[in-house]
Structures are given as C-alpha cells and as structure tokens.
C-alpha cells in the first residue's frame, strides 16, 4: 500500500503543477495580445521610417551626418536583449548563443562588449570581461519592467553619445523577431553606423529637396528613427517572449496531462493487483481452516 500512497501523492503534484502550466499559459496569452497589437501598430511605421532614414543617409555627405560614419572596427557594443523571467522555451539561450558567437568567433579582437538589456543576459555575462558597465544605461537594464518609450529614448540616446564620442565604431542589436506566438527568430541588426539603402538598377537615387534643412533633419529625424528601431527591437522581443511562455506552458500542460494519464494508470494496476492479492490470501485463510 505504500507504493500505491507514494503514486496517489505523485498525481497530486503532477495535477497542481498542471493547475500552475495552465494558469501561466492564459495569462500569457492576454498579455501576448497586448504585445502583439503593440508591435503590429508599430512595425509598418518603424520600417518605413528606417527605409526613409537609410535613403537620406546616402544624400547627406560624412560632415552632415556624424551616424553613418563608417570607420575601421576596433571596438563593437553588442546590445542583448532578452527577458528578466524564465520558463519560456529558448526564447532566452537563443540570443545568448547568438550573442557568444559574436563575442567569440564574428568580433573576436575587436574587443566585443555586451550591454545587457533584460535579466537573464545579464545574468549570462556580468562576471566575463564583456559585460558592459555604464551608469545611464545601468538604471534601463530592467526596461521590461515598464517598458515605455521614454525609457527607451534614454538608451537610444546613450547609444548615439557612445558612438559619436567615438567610445564604439559599430553597434548592433540581438533580439527574437516576433513571427507569430509560436515561432520567433533572432535576429542580429546593426544599430550604427546607419547603412545607407542599396539603389536597385533602374530606380532612383533618392534626390530629396530638404525641408526644413539638411542640418535640423539630422539633428532632428535620424536620433528619432534610431530611437523607433530600437523601440521596435524591444516591442518584436516584449510579444516574442510572452508567446514562447504561451507556447511553453500549453507544452508542459500537456505533458502533464499524459503523465498524470499514465500515473493513474499504473494506480490502478496496482490497485487491482493489491485487491487481487487480498483476495488470494482470504481463500487461502478458508482453505487453510477447512483443513
């Protein structure tokens, strides 16, 4: 009987585990929505201004725009953005792999650092040499707390400072692309320098009458578009993550469903197989008294 209390205690905690997978699945999914709504409002117009901002970059000459200076590589800030919880699938080791293969193999001896936006990156980085350190961005490293887009300004606009300071020569941004709520891809952009659109043969180059000047539309509309994509960058992470916690609890449910299946199963083998013992040593009680 104590092999049958032992999988009778198995089942209640494989059913109130079930109980937790199942609450944190729903909660995702109202969360999800929200997120979801956010990047989809977002994306067209992000894309559109970054098009916009890469055509501009190809007008303007290297003394008008100090964001698409492009010089020799010795210093790369990779900025890592992941979430500040768990429980999630590989939402959180597939950035951190694609982070480490940029440290270790793409920017090996550029002196690579990483700026780690979310807990669990910065968890993975802050006792190695490439963990970045800097008061400003210190205070946003837990942005997903409340992420707003005036946390976001003070990142994007420390970012800027740190490459025209000539601190960095070239940042990129690693998050999980949103594709739908179960499926994401990481993604890896450059931040800076700004690249300049590629011309297709045919089309034209882009020659832009500038109102109001060249001067105020660089210090005006391109720290504005970097401050969109790398909001863009946190929202495409923000829906990511809530639909692979979605998608991870509907698995784990599941999964406990089948086990606590297979437990009751193997319960009440076991039993019949006590009953059926029982029973076997009564008659063998009356057998032994009848003789």
């Known amino acids: ?22 609450a944190m699945k729903m909660v995702s999914a109202a969360k999800l929505k929200r997120a979801q709504d956010a990047i989809t409002q977002m994306r067209p117009y992000a894309l559109k201004l970054e098009e916009i901002l890469g055509n501009l970059s190809a007008t303007l000459d290297l003394s008008e725009n100090a964001y698409s200076d ?13 979430s500040n919880r768990g429980l999630c699938g590989g939402f959180n080791n597939n950035v951190i792999k694609a982070v480490n293969q940029l440290v270790n193999v793409e920017y090996a001896g550029k002196n690579p650092k990483v700026l780690c936006l979310g807990k669990k990156v910065k968890d993975a980085y802050k006792r ?13 490293e837990d942005i997903f707390v409340n992420l ?3 946390r976001n300004a003070i990142i994007s606009e420390e970012l800027m400072h740190l490459f025209l300071e000539k601190k960095f020569d070239k940042i990129v ?22 690249v300049a659109s590629v011309q297709e043969e045919g089309k034209s180059s882009g020659d832009y009458i500038f109102e109001p000047s060249k001067e ?15 909001f863009k960058s946190l929202l495409d992470s923000n829906a990511s993550e ?44 009356a057998e032994a008294l009848k003789s």
């Open 70 to 82: 492009t010089r020799e590589v010795k210093n790369v800030l990779i900025v890592a953005v992941t």
């Open 128 to 140: 190695t040499p490439a963990y970045f350190v800097n008061d400003v961005l210190a205070e946003q």
């Open 1 to 22: 009987m104590a092999n049958l209390k032992e999988i009778r205690n198995r089942i209640q905690s494989v059913g109130s585990t079930m109980q937790i997978t199942s």
């Open 173 to 194: 941004v690693v998050y999980n692309h949103f594709i739908n709520a179960a499926s994401q891809e990481v993604k890896t952009e450059q931040y800076l320098p700004i």
């Open 242 to 285: 809530h639909g692979a916690r979605m998608t991870a609890m509907h698995k784990a449910t599941d999964n406990a469903k089948e086990l606590q299946k297979g437990l009751k199963l193997s319960y009440n083998k076991a039993r019949q197989a006590a009953i059926t013992n029982e029973i076997l040593e009564i008659v063998g009680g």
């Open 216 to 230: 105020e539309i660089v210090l005006d509309l391109i720290p504005k578009s970097l401050k969109i994509k790398l």
């Open 148 to 150: 707003n887009f005036d």
